[in-house]
């Protein structure tokens, strides 16, 4: 069976990295254990102690995103527990955890259904009991704050009294599940659970992972693709107090010392002598002019709509290309891993957003049975799709293994910035045709840019699989507008340097392209932007793109969100200076977003003062949590618009810092208003990536609104404004 990219990570986000309940009859986790007289656990991922407290096994990874939060509201709401009663443990990978992971914003969308059918499960079995004991018709009995209670004689008992005889119960294969007006948690605005820990400090994140015998690595590595370590000075390395050992590593020389300062001090004194005869003189400029070029071919046609009755000759014809560069994940906490391996088994804690990957990958490295691979996931202070890849842990294994005591591997933040894998960079070719009444009726977009080859390229089922290049196209096929007269292509281009997943993945560069376009045909005959896209979203009736169906009535909601909320009037003019910017995206047909963005240019630089945000994103389980999401997709999204990129010169990334990759910082922060539109789907849907492709597009109509100035290239200087 053939699938697009596309449905292949959705279905990934759904299951593969889901939430998967291991929901068949069977006790998970030590089945007989869970049926002593002290514990209930109908399933792998809920214990109820005689106590009464409940634990959810959570199997997700937290990078900021509150899972530890949105998930146990789920599990509370649906079982009747007391929330605050509910605890979180983290899932290690095992074999009744083997599908953990987090990515592609399916955390919440993906744990939904098995997550409510498990705490289902349980209180029916708790409910059961408690009917048993007074006699009484189960449908008599309902669980609410950690009690069971008689609705006709008022009669209850604890969660905690229940829990040794449920835990002898057979689990239910099909438990009712509560209607959406019994909720009582899930749609309330509830604070993160655990909040005060990582505000003041508590909470541990991977780089503060600390066992007994560790040492500390850090590793040099080559300075450019392809480059090996020659010689290197390792008596002058060792001679720094404290380094333990100086050894060759697949990706450079590792110093191992007893704290993190002794080996980066013994790491400055290695002065590597690097054979660069291999080395792959990767040039982004040039590569710039490759994708240029490459968007001039006709590429493999995604989507092509004709119209039965050809319309007349257009009376206005706009064409314009778009640049898009490539972008590192630059998370506050540098890549780090701790690996203790012995000649028999591993163990590793790493703020890891793929357990189960990394302990496969982990045990073939090592020639050991799964078993023998531990993996501890710690809280992550950012993911961003980064840590799906798995390289900084090999890095420890490999030295931990050559030292034979637990190491931390440590990057620094040059490391981090340059020897990560990025968001590739992309050109957008656009077209578009108006007629004499200026409707749009003819639409071109033809993508250049690359395939992810973190682990190889991957290879279409056939040359011109259409299918398989949606997946990479998001944001350019799936075109929510509509035109009698449609062509959607893409051109992949090779790309020595490693890149892959980044928050949004591919949709950022084209949404960009597509709704900065948009906004060029609006101005192009003077008309609001924002009436344009709800003029050109007309029609109730779904749009069928690749495997996906457009939803343009919710599309137009968020638009008139926003236009209300924001109190659009493009008829007003604004003081010199100041612009306003609309766009809008659907992303992966679920979650719907649009923003006004409002531009004051100061001293020629541009300040983003304030974004008006509307979102659809289906049921909304934690509306502070989906406030979050979108404040730090916003911030993110500035960024790439008026900080930092990431270019390359003689095979090398030039950047290495903050200072020179800069990202938004807290005096950058405009105001943020989010309004979150009642939706008519009855489940939820991602809000990890979603917020973030529609926010470039949108400042950078606001800043064309304000100086005059159309800007096609990312990211837009000072400089810039000023030529």
Not at 89 to 98: H, L, S, T, W
Not at 164 to 180: C, D, F, G, I, Y
Not at 263 to 288: P, T
Not at 707 to 719: D, N, Q, T, V, W
Request: charged residues 25%; aromatic residues 8%; proline residues 7%.
């Amino acid at each position: 069976m053939k699938t697009s990219r596309r449905a292949f990570l959705k279905t990934a986000a759904l299951s593969g990295v889901g939430l998967v309940i291991g929901f068949d009859g069977r006790r998970l986790l030590g089945a007989d254990a869970a049926a002593s007289a002290t514990a209930f656990q109908p399933n792998g991922w809920i214990h109820l102690d005689a106590q009464g407290t409940v634990t959810l096994v959570l199997g997700k990874s937290e990078m900021g995103q509150g899972v530890r939060t949105a998930l146990p509201m789920i599990l509370a709401d649906e079982l009747g527990a007391d929330w605050s009663r509910v605890r979180v443990e983290q899932a290690m990978p095992g074999p009744n955890f083997k599908r953990l992971g987090t990515g592609g914003s399916g955390s919440v969308q993906g744990s939904w259904k098995p997550l409510r059918e498990a705490a289902a499960a349980a209180r029916e079995m708790l409910i059961q009991v408690a009917a048993k004991q007074w006699k009484v018709d189960p449908a008599t009995c309902s669980a609410e704050a950690g009690w069971v209670r008689h609705l006709d004689s008022g009669r209850r008992l604890s969660f905690g009294d229940l829990a040794a005889e449920a835990a002898k119960l057979p689990v239910p294969q099909t438990p009712h599940l509560k209607s959406a007006k019994d909720f009582k948690l899930i749609g309330k605005r509830t604070a993160r659970i655990d909040g005060r820990e990582v505000v003041t400090g508590k909470t541990k994140y991977g780089i503060d992972t600390r066992v007994p015998g560790m040492l500390f690595a850090s590793i040099e590595r080559p300075p450019s693709l392809g480059a090996k370590a020659r010689h290197w000075d390792e008596k002058a390395s060792r001679s720094v107090r404290g380094v333990r050992a100086v050894l060759p590593v697949e990706n450079g020389v590792a110093v191992v010392g007893d704290s993190t300062w002794a080996a980066l001090k013994g790491r400055e004194a290695l002065a590597v002598d690097w054979d660069e005869s291999e080395v792959k003189r990767f040039d982004s400029n040039q590569h710039r002019d490759t994708l240029e070029k490459s968007s001039r071919e006709p590429g493999i046609m995604l989507r092509q709509e004709k119209p039965a009755n050809p319309a007349n000759s257009p009376a206005r014809t706009l064409d314009a290309v778009y640049f898009y560069p490539f972008y590192a994940h630059a998370p506050l906490e540098t890549m780090n891993c701790v690996a203790a391996v012995t000649p028999n088994d591993c163990e590793l804690w790493a703020p890891t957003q793929a357990p189960n990957s990394l302990q496969e990958d982990a045990a073939e490295m090592l020639g050991f049975p799964l078993e023998k691979v531990r993996v501890h996931v710690t809280t992550m202070g950012g993911g961003f799709g980064r840590r799906l890849a798995n390289d900084y842990a090999f890095e420890a294994i490999e030295v931990s293994r050559a030292v034979q005591k637990p190491v931390q591997v440590l990057w620094t933040r040059p490391d981090d910035t340059r020897h990560g894998h990025f968001q590739a960079a992309s050109v957008h070719r656009l077209g578009a045709a108006l007629d004499s009444g200026g409707k749009l009726i003819r639409w071109r977009h033809t993508e250049a840019a690359s395939l992810h080859n973190l682990h190889g390229v991957d290879k279409p089922p056939t040359p011109n699989d259409a299918a398989f290049y949606q997946g990479y196209a998001w944001g350019v096929y799936d075109l929510p507008y509509t035109a009698p007269d449609l062509e959607m292509a893409y051109v992949p281009v090779d790309l020595p340097v490693k890149h892959g997943p980044w928050r949004s993945v591919f949709a950022p560069s084209s949404v960009f392209a597509r709704e900065s376009f948009i906004d060029e045909l609006a101005h192009a005959q003077s008309a609001d932007p924002l009436a344009f896209r709800l003029d050109l979203l007309r029609g109730d009736e779904p749009i069928k793109a690749g495997d996906i169906t457009i939803d343009r009535t919710r599309l137009r909601r968020v638009l008139e969100t926003v236009r209300d909320k924001s109190q659009w009037d493009w008829s007003k003019k604004l003081p010199p200076g100041q612009g306003r910017g609309v766009a809008c995206n659907i992303y992966d047909s679920d979650t719907h977003i649009a923003y006004v963005v409002d531009v004051a240019i100061e001293n020629g630089n541009v300040r983003v003062k304030r974004v008006v945000a509307a979102v659809d994103c289906g049921l909304a389980v934690n509306p502070i949590g989906i406030e979050q999401q979108i404040e730090g997709g916003i911030i993110w999204g500035l960024s790439s618009v008026l900080k930092g990129e990431i270019t390359f010169r003689g095979g090398a990334v030039e950047q290495e810092s903050y200072d020179d990759y800069d990202v938004a910082r807290m005096r950058d922060a405009p105001v943020i208003e989010t309004h979150i539109v009642p939706s008519t789907a009855d489940r939820p849907f991602g809000m990890g990536e979603p917020p973030v492709p529609p926010i470039a597009p949108a400042i950078v109509n606001a800043i064309f609104a304000a100086s005059g100035k159309r800007f096609r290239k990312l990211p837009i200087h000072p400089k810039d404004l000023a030529s």
